[in-house]
């Protein structure tokens, strides 16, 4: 058994890690603005995305972390949960805190969709 810790792991994988880490804690941080904002942004779809999305960031660095091969898959779902959660947050109009989590879901999508390549 081989044990896999960040100095073994390739860069761009604790890179993905950190991303999807980042990514779920600014989520949960949204779903907190959103359901204060009312309206719009607390409608049930908007935070089941948001919740979906944390979750998925969540899963797909603890795949990482424990060096399973099954992250490629975990991360191709994270990829496309995190590009519809940064479209919703952009939908929103313009508004700081759905533009940082559109930004950190974009990145985490993208470096995701490397992973799962």
Same mark, same amino acid.
């Given at each position: 058994?081989?044990? #896999?810790?960040? @100095? #073994?792991?390739?860069?761009?994988?604790?890179?993905?890690?950190?991303?999807?880490? /980042?990514?779920?804690?600014?989520?949960?941080?949204?779903?907190?603005?959103?359901?204060?904002?009312?309206? /719009?942004? $607390? $409608?049930?779809? #908007?935070?089941?995305?948001? @919740?979906?999305? $944390?979750?998925?960031?969540?899963?797909?660095?603890? $795949?990482?972390?424990?060096?399973?091969?099954?992250?490629?898959?975990?991360?191709?779902?994270?990829?496309?949960?995190?590009?519809?959660?940064?479209?919703?947050?952009?939908?929103?109009?313009?508004?700081?805190?759905?533009?940082?989590? &559109?930004?950190?879901?974009?990145?985490?999508?993208?470096?995701? &969709?490397?992973? @799962? @390549?």
């Amino acid at each position: 058994m081989t044990h #896999h810790t960040a @100095a #073994h792991r390739p860069q761009a994988m604790n890179e993905c890690i950190d991303n999807c880490t /980042q990514c779920h804690a600014i989520c949960l941080e949204t779903i907190n603005y959103c359901l204060g904002k009312g309206g /719009q942004h $607390a $409608a049930s779809e #908007h935070i089941g995305l948001l @919740a979906t999305c $944390a979750d998925i960031c969540a899963t797909s660095a603890d $795949a990482m972390l424990r060096g399973a091969a099954i992250h490629t898959a975990t991360c191709g779902a994270c990829a496309e949960v995190c590009r519809q959660c940064a479209a919703a947050c952009e939908s929103m109009g313009d508004d700081a805190e759905m533009k940082r989590c &559109a930004d950190i879901c974009r990145r985490c999508a993208d470096s995701c &969709a490397a992973m @799962a @390549a």
